[in-house]
C-alpha cells in the first residue's frame, strides 16, 4: 500500500515557465512534508519542507502548497531553470511513527531550455 | 562540512556471494539510516539508528541482511548471501537527530548476477 504517491513518473517545462509537480498521501496521521531533489549519481538531497499547521512554505524560487482536506501537496518553481532538471521525492512523515520519513517513487523534471 | 561517505559506489558480484557496504555520516549526527532504492522508485528504510541503537530495524530482511553501527559513528550493511532481486541502490543518510533533515550519500550501486 503506497501511502505518498506522485502519479507523474515525468514532467517537462520550458525554461522560464512555471513546474508543478504533485503529490498525494494517504495517511491522515502525516504531520510533516518534504521534498528531496536527486541528480543522476548522487544522493537526494533536501529542497523545503511544510508542516501540517502551513498551508503555503516559499523560500526563493520554491513554493510548496498543503491540502490537508485532500490530501495533497505540490511544488512549484518558478521560473524553472535547466538546472532544475532532476528527479523530485516527496515525502512525509508522523510524529506516531517515531518520524518514520516515507518517499513517493519521484517525478522526474525536464527543464527545456 | 564533509558529507555522508559511502563505499563502495559500485559493487557487481554474482548470487549467493556475501557484499558489504560502509557508511561514514556527518559529524555530530546521531540519527543513521540505510535505504534501499529500486529502479524508479523513492527510497525505502531498511533500519534506523540512533546512536549505536537500532530503534526500527523492522524493513530489514533479517535473514540475509545485518547491520551494525560501532561507536555510534560508522555503520557496516551487510547482505549474505546476495539474490538477483537484492540489485539496487543503497542509500545511507543521517541527521543530528530523528526529526531534523535527513542527509544522503550518494549511495552504492550492487548487482547481483
Known amino acids: 500500500d503506497q501511502q505518498v504517491k506522485q502519479n507523474s513518473p515525468s514532467l517537462s517545462v520550458q525554461e522560464g515557465r512555471i513546474s508543478i509537480l504533485n503529490c498525494d498521501y494517504t495517511n491522515s496521521m502525516f504531520d510533516y512534508f518534504l521534498w528531496y531533489k536527486k541528480y543522476p549519481a548522487e544522493g537526494p538531497t533536501f529542497l523545503i519542507s511544510i508542516s501540517s499547521i502551513k498551508d503555503k512554505n516559499e523560500d526563493g524560487r520554491f513554493t510548496v502548497f498543503l491540502n490537508k482536506s485532500a490530501k495533497h501537496l505540490s511544488l512549484h518553481i518558478v521560473p524553472s531553470q535547466p538546472g532544475d532538471s532532476a528527479v523530485y521525492f516527496c515525502?512525509?512523515?508522523?510524529?506516531?511513527?517515531?518520524?518514520?520519513?516515507?518517499f513517493g517513487p519521484g517525478t522526474s523534471l525536464s527543464v527545456i531550455p | 562540512e564533509a558529507g555522508v561517505v559511502q563505499s563502495p559506489r559500485y559493487k557487481i558480484i554474482e548470487k549467493k556471494q556475501p557484499v558489504a557496504f560502509w557508511c561514514n555520516p556527518i559529524s555530530g549526527h546521531n540519527t543513521l539510516y540505510w535505504y534501499l532504492q529500486n529502479l524508479g522508485q523513492g527510497p525505502e528504510l531498511l533500519i534506523r539508528y540512533e546512536n549505536e541503537e537500532a530503534v526500527d530495524d523492522s524493513q530489514l530482511p533479517k535473514d540475509r541482511f545485518s547491520a551494525e553501527r560501532l561507536k555510534g559513528v560508522d555503520s557496516t550493511l551487510k547482505i549474505q548471501p546476495a539474490e538477483l532481486g537484492d540489485s539496487a541502490v543503497y542509500l545511507c543518510?543521517?541527521?543530528?537527530?530523528?526529526?531534523?533533515?535527513?542527509?544522503f550519500g550518494p549511495g552504492t550501486r550492487l548487482l547481483v548476477l
Open positions: 515525502a512525509a512523515s508522523d510524529m506516531s511513527s517515531y518520524d518514520k520519513v516515507i
Open positions: 543518510a543521517s541527521s543530528r537527530t530523528g526529526r531534523e533533515t535527513q542527509y
